[in-house]
């Protein structure tokens, strides 16, 4: 077995394969299917200051080789998530790295929630900044697509918490590269990409849009070149590690992300086709660093040949 | 997740098919009202699962599941031949509870809620009444197999082709009036408008300890997602919050579903 | 059968199936496949004023649900394209309404050769200005994601021809209908969209990008919901003709397109995998709108209900 | 596009496999040299056509393709069984000439380039020489059929396995000699690099009727998308074009292919 240590600056984690934001829950709903350590760090579904309803249903629908979704970022509220026994407290019993995707509707909010957790960080790894989302109406991708109110609502955050910051990027701009500066000039650690692209699906026979909320985000397969593509040229942008994600079925289509320049990856929406996605992608990788000749992962990141 | 080789599949009536899987381990783990989520074989470019309600599972480790053709997944179900392999996550979800003894059942169903509440019926000590509403005859499915289980079956169709015509919620009243006396249990599965309205009756008639079985399209079928929620009572200040169906549901008792806007 | 005509404002198609320009060579190629003139239109393949090789290959790479290609506008230049027997002088004598692509390195080359089609515009229905090819160095996409160059390519292109104007917009940016405004603005008659979204395939044992260019552009289903939604938002935000693309490989694509407000589509990847599908997905528009007791295309022209 | 049943479908040695589609209108109009492009059945999320060089066709309407699993596409074809039904669009691009009776040919082949001029040595009216290459034993196919067709073949592989040691081309001399005074005509099918080197050899020694078969990636398979080009010599300043191996080739006169950088 090759050594699937990756170092992110700040921490370092076990293996390259974490979970992405909003597909594995809080972690919880997976104890069943496999000890949470085994993945290299599991990143929960986003927190808020509030509980939230999040959008009206049907929430998803089926496209090719992917999904829209507009889940609206439903949630706990960051008080019963820190104290609520399936949510932090579970997790601190995992031994599993922990990674809180965070968002707020005013950057007050985002400011709020980051000094919240802070102020009870034991356990906590690192804060994924959602400023990408693009399905919720107040904040959300207005955050991820201006990039005055990225590098603010980063540098706002960056003020209040000593947590190790991963700023979550939206693909639904024209150069995500100056998004990925300017995140990291506002303080960011790292940078993870890429969040959904905004799409839409209509139901012909009924005349009305498959996703109540209109719009969805499309991940899966559908995405993988595009994110390629946008891990590639932020790698190339930032001196930052980054976390790449948009697609991944398996342990080459990980591989290709780790040659374009990521550090790290994260696996979604193939957890709801396998739960065990997550695991048989790092051993995909394994077998690849294996079958090439290489000890470590850190060999290939952003080893593509021009 | 459990590869499920197909034992059999095919035509049941009209749309309707019925799929045996071999899948010893869940089969003996099923209760009542639950479902597998199912990663369908030879799907071209669509990737998630399709979930079903368990319609029954036998000893030697055969599950079936009654599906109506609607989509890409189930039409390319329907041609799946034995031999062929799914794979089968479950089973999931919140049962029904069985019924005790001295409860006298009332099935409530719509479409493939029939489906759904089989393996109740036949699990049911007391058997009772299964009211089965469809737009059509050719909806009514599995009416050969309650009345083989004992129940009493009553039908309703939208377009009158067979037994009542009109809303099987109207078949109600008249259970009531024949079997006073007895320790009514509701239990409900169907479209949600029906799911709605038989809530409203049951929690206006006090039928406190009534199950329904409420779903929404699905991706994840177990808690992970969120994509699966309907509105069920709470004590914030809307009333009511979302609820995932794969994890808190599909069964979710009668008095707690929101009925409001 | 329905009304399949469509008043796109400065002429009429007969249906409202394009071909895609690029997938459709320039028509020739199709010659034996059936009559020209049973497509909506003909949108050839882009003419710059020289003949270009066009990209190193490989050009082209399949993905999930769709491909990646940088041809690079490989064409033979207006002259042999006014003069050449394969060219325009056959394309007249089909009787099909002919579209020409046109794209330029500078906005001098773009007044040029439109200049030069303006000159022999006898059986030019319309041209169609691509300010969105991400596959060529110079040009195209830096066109296609400034706002003030996208205007002037248009308002230069405006001021020496009278052919109705088409501008092709790319998707690569972060608000479409900004662009959709300005070329609108600076002349355009209609707009068109989308062109494909830069990305990126790596070959895991070869470490080297698919596509020699090292980026390409994705087409195909992948790519639809996307679409759907960009022309969704374009349609809301001008007030003249859209022209929906992007994965459609059916007629009920194609009606998803109509309903979020598309007087007319194009189909252009579906072609590689079956050259009639422009004429099947026409079909597949007429049956939709039988099956609904719609008289007339027209009908259902931006009929989504939200 | 035609519906192409297939008739058989099996390994003909090692990686390589043998399907037979029943197409007999693709059959009537095939000469040597040309490919059908296919839309293999049941790929998942893969859209585009497979090209394949036609490797025989049979009057009563089969038509052979020789294919090593590679990839997606191939290895979804090698499952498909007798009944299933590709579409096929053919026969596509400019063929071989057939040599005439008084020209001795010399088939260069490498890989599946055997399968690509089979169909030329069977219809050449004067048996001539195959000279085969491959990377190892397992690679060489067809021999025993081109030797069946009266070409007296020799093999070479890289690694040593079968016949003589080294690249293909290194045959040719020894070949030319034994037939000195014969009307030799060059056909050649391979790999881009040994067909360069082979275009070279024959640029430079005058057999400028020589046919080589160029290819690449292809998309459209009829001209129209520019994707499958490969250096064609051209009088323009670079002295060379990008020509479309689907339409213009995928056979070119040996003195037209650019061999320069
Ligand atoms: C808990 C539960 C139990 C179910 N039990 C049964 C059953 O016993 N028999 C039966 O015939 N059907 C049942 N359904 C509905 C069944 O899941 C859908 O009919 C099926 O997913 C349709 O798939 P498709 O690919 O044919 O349709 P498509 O419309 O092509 O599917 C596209 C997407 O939408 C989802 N989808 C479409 N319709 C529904 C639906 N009504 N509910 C949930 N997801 C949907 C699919 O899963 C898929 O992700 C059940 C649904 C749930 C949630
Ligand atoms: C004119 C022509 C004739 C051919 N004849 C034969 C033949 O007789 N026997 C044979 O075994 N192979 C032949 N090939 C190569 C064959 O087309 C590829 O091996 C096949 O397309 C690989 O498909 P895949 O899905 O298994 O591979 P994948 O790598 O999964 O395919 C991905 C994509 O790349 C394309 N592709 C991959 N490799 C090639 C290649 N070498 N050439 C062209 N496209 C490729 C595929 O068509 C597909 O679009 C021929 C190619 C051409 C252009
Ligand atoms: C159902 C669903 C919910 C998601 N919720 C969140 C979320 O709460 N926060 C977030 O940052 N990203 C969220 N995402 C985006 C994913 O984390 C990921 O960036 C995206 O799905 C691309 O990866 P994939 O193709 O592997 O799914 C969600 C995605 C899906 C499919
Ligand atoms: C091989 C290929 C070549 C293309 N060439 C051009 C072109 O020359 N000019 C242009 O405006 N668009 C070009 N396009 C983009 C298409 O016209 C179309 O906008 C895009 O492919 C989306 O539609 P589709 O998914 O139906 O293919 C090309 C697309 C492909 C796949
Ligand atoms: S389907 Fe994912 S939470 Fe229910
Ligand atoms: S494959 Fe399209 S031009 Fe050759």
């Known amino acids: ?306 | 997740m459990k590869k499920g080789e197909i034992v059999t599949n095919s035509i049941l009536k009209d749309e309707y098919y019925q799929v045996q899987f071999y899948v010893p381990e869940i089969c003996r783990e099923t209760r009542p009202g639950q479902f597998v989520h199912v990663k369908i074989a030879n799907l071209r470019d669509r990737i998630l699962r399709r979930p079903f309600s368990i319609s029954d599972v036998s000893e030697d480790g055969l599950l079936t599941v009654v599906y109506k053709v609607v989509g890409e997944g189930t039409k390319v179900l329907a041609e799946l031949k034995p031999g062929e392999v799914c794979d089968l996550m479950g089973p999931l979800g919140n049962p029904f509870s069985v019924p005790a003894e001295d409860e006298f059942p009332v099935i409530v169903a719509g479409g493939y809620g029939s489906a759904a509440t089989y393996l109740l019926a036949e699990r049911a000590p007391t058997k009772g009444v299964l009211l089965l509403g469809a737009r059509s005859q050719n909806d009514l499915i599995l009416t050969d197999k309650f009345a083989a289980a004992g129940f009493d079956v009553r039908t309703s169709t939208n377009d009158g082709s067979e037994g009542y015509k009109g809303f099987v919620t109207e078949l109600i009243p008249q259970v009531l009036e024949e079997n006073q006396g007895k320790k009514i249990r509701f239990y409900g599965c169907g479209p949600t408008p029906m799911l709605l309205a038989l809530a409203k009756i049951l929690q206006d008639k006090g039928y406190n300890d009534g199950e329904l079985s409420l779903d929404h399209l699905m991706c994840c079928g177990v808690g992970a997602c969120f994509a699966c929620v309907v509105k069920i009572k709470d004590d914030n200040p809307d009333g009511w919050r979302y609820a995932r169906t794969c994890k808190e549901g599909p069964v979710f008792k009668a008095s707690d579903v929101y009925v409001g806007e």
Not at chain 1, 273 to 278: G, L, N, Q, R
């Open chain 1, 1 to 306: 077995m090759a050594d699937l240590t990756v170092d992110l600056g700040k921490f370092s984690i076990k293996n390259p394969v974490m979970t992405a934001s909003g597909t594995f829950g809080y972690g919880f709903e997976y104890k069943d299917y496999y000890d949470l350590d085994k993945l290299g760090a599991v990143v929960v579904k986003g927190i808020a200051m509030k509980p939230s309803h999040g959008n009206p249903t049907p929430r998803v629908a089926e496209v090719s080789s992917g999904m829209l979704n507009a889940i609206g970022l439903q949630g706990p509220g960051v008080d019963k998530f820190l104290n609520g026994k399936e949510y932090m407290p579970f997790l601190r019993t995992t031994g599993a790295t922990i990674i809180v995707n965070i968002w707020g509707k005013t950057i007050d909010e985002y400011r709020e929630v980051a000094a919240r957790l802070e102020a009870e960080k034991d356990g906590i790894a690192a804060l994924e900044i959602n400023i990408s989302c693009p399905n919720v109406k107040e904040g959300g991708v207005a955050f991820g697509t201006d990039l005055k109110l990225a590098h603010k609502v980063v540098s706002e955050i960056r003020k209040v918490t000593s947590i190790p910051l991963i700023t979550k990027l939206s693909p639904n701009v024209t150069c995500i590269s100056d998004f990925a500066r300017s995140v990291v000039d506002a303080g960011s650690d790292m940078v993870s990409l890429i969040n959904t692209l905004t799409g839409m699906a209509i139901d012909v026979e009924t005349r009305r849009p498959k996703i109540a909320n209109l719009t969805g985000g499309l991940s899966g397969p559908a995405v993988k070149p595009v994110a390629v593509r946008m891990v590639y040229e932020v790698a190339q942008a930032v001196n930052v590690p980054v976390i790449g994600m948009g697609g991944i079925m398996t342990g080459l289509d990980a591989v290709e992300f780790l040659l374009a320049g990521a550090s790290a990856v994260a696996v979604g929406t193939a957890i709801f086709v396998d739960p065990h996605a997550p695991l048989k992608v790092a051993e995909g990788i394994d077998e690849y660093l294996e079958h090439h000749g290489c000890k470590s992962v850190s060999e290939i990141i952003g080893g593509m040949i021009r």
